[in-house]
């Protein structure tokens, strides 16, 4: 069952959009919220994590909002750049068998043209 | 300093082959995972181990074994292969067990082809 759903799939925008990702969840093991960022031929990486005390967070040109009675979470990526085309992922942590792990939504990719 | 390092990078094999996907971090990090992408960039967890121990077993075949000699450490050796098989394999770590708020450091991946 697909656990954190990420829309879209694909995404292309012009230098200086501001392309907007959105995730939702079901049901998850505490309030962490992180976003990959993931270059061709690359291992994806952490861009930037949002915990449950502000629905708000900004980390330079990027914004994770978060609203938790929706179970959604979105990032924002203003000014965008070409060197900003990557493929985005979601996660939500999910407790199953006791144990806890990441669940990664299906990614985004984003084109930004120059 | 590479974080989190795996070889090869690329492996093309034939079907009914048995190889092995090598992960190594110097991070000081306790825990370690492999996850399997798909061709639709679909990224799922494999296995995750805490200092040598298993402790995350997904609904994998069992011609995957992971082998974690220390917790610096953490191999896939795939018995069988199968087209099927043919993905990117990233292993990456984390400080501690438990996603907790922890960022999980991914190696660069090994593609493997399957043929």
């Known amino acids: 069952q697909q656990q954190v759903k990420q829309s879209p799939q694909s995404l292309i925008v012009q230098k200086g959009g501001i392309p907007i990702i959105n995730c939702a969840y079901e049901n998850t093991a505490f309030d962490y919220f992180p976003w990959y960022q993931q270059f061709p031929g690359k291992g994806p990486a952490l861009l930037i994590a949002?915990?449950?005390?502000?629905s708000e967070k900004k980390e330079g040109r990027f914004t994770i909002s978060f609203n938790k009675s929706a179970k959604q979470f979105s990032l924002h990526i203003m000014d965008s750049q070409p060197g900003d085309s990557a493929t985005y992922f979601c996660a939500a942590p999910i407790t199953q068998g006791g144990s806890e792990k990441l669940v990664f939504g299906k990614g985004t990719k984003l084109t930004v043209n120059p | 300093d590479t974080a989190v390092s795996q070889t090869p990078k690329y492996l093309v094999t034939q079907m009914g082959n048995d190889k092995s996907i090598k992960c190594e971090q110097n991070?000081?990090?306790?825990?370690m995972y492999w996850y399997k992408q798909d061709s639709k960039k679909f990224l799922k967890i494999m296995f995750s181990y805490n200092n040598k121990e298993l402790i995350i077993n997904e609904t994998v075949p069992n011609r995957f074994s992971p082998k974690s000699p220390d917790k610096a450490h953490l191999n896939l050796h795939i018995n069988s292969l199968e087209l099927g098989d043919s993905a990117v394999y990233f292993c990456a770590s984390s400080p501690l067990a438990g996603v907790g708020d922890h960022e999980q450091y991914f190696g660069p991946g090994t593609r493997l082809t399957v043929t």
């Open positions: 949002i915990r449950p005390d502000v």
């Open positions: 991070l000081g990090h306790d825990t």
